[in-house]
């Protein structure tokens, strides 16, 4: 149904990109990528609204930025960081394989 790219996570946040696999080679790109804020100790999550991204060199790593309607993600290859609403978290750049089995359910739970 979906493939991880992205997952960025902490003790008790998860900020990740998924690929929809299911829908047709046409689909609208907005309904393919999503990104997903999760909530780990509450078992919540939340659907990002997706306004833009760009690169940034910054000493001499490539920063990757994603805006969001209500938060901003910026991270390399190593770390990120999240903020929304005036919190800020600071987030482990993790394997796709890594995220957790209930984030997947919550995640496969959202497109039903």
């Not at 493939?3 to 990109?17: K, P």
């Not at 998924?18 to 939340?46: E, G, Q, Y």
């Not at 997706?50 to 993600?73: C, P, Y």
């Not at 394997?95 to 959202?110: G, P, R, T, V």
């Amino acid at each position: 149904m979906f493939d991880v790219l992205f997952n960025l996570s902490n003790e008790n946040f998860t900020v990740v990109e998924v690929k929809r696999t299911d829908l047709p080679d046409d689909a609208v790109k907005s309904d393919v990528f999503s990104w997903f804020h999760i909530d780990i100790a509450n078992n919540k999550i939340d659907q990002l609204s997706f306004l833009s991204m760009r690169e940034e060199e910054v000493q001499d790593k490539t920063m990757n930025i994603r805006i969001f309607e209500d938060a901003e993600l910026r991270f390399d290859k190593m770390f990120g960081r999240f903020i929304s609403n005036s919190h800020e978290h600071i987030l482990m750049n993790c394997a796709a394989e890594a995220l957790s089995k209930s984030s997947k359910e919550l995640i496969s739970n959202f497109y039903k």
